[in-house]
Structure formats: structure tokens, C-alpha cells
């Protein structure tokens, strides 16, 4: 997906998804499928903006200000992220 589609999606958690977080960093798992994954702490951040039902350029402001990473590829892996979480479940998205 392109940043200015997913501006335009609700971009959620989804339910059923337990998480915790040990040393900043996030652990989930997909009660349903049983797929889970634990997250860096950039990764973790993005999990946690989403709780919020932040949108996409809300998110990547969040990750320019809190992390040093260059505007072009926070978008690049911001995106490769939400594909990847949506693809396990973890994510809704909704257009």
C-alpha cells in the first residue's frame, strides 16, 4: 500500500491479540491462529501508536521524532511493518 491509501484507512489493532512488553520490547500473539512475534523497539513503538488509532502520517511524525531515521525509510519499513502485522492478523485495515 501506498502512504496516501493507508492515510485514508483505520488502520486498528486487532481483537484478539495478546501482548506484552518485556525490556521495550513487544511480544504478541494471534489467539486465533496462533501465529506471535516480538518487536525491536521501533517496531514496538509503532504496536503502540496504533493502541492509540494513530493514522499512518501521525506515526511516522511519531517515529522521526523519537528515532534518528530519515523521513524515505521510516515511510519504506513503516509500510513493510503494517504489511507484515496485517498479513499475520495482528492489524485491521480498514478502507
Known sequence: MTPELLEKCVI???EGILSTTIDDEVVLMNLKSGIYSSFNSVASHIWNELKDGNGFFSILES?????????????????????????????EIQT
Open 12 to 14: 486498528t489493532q486487532a
Open 63 to 91: 517515529i522521526l521524532e523519537n528515532f534518528k531515521v530519515d523521513r524515505e525509510i521510516a515511510c519504506k519499513e513503516l509500510i513493510e511493518f503494517l504489511d507484515e502485522v496485517y498479513e499475520k492478523q495482528f492489524i
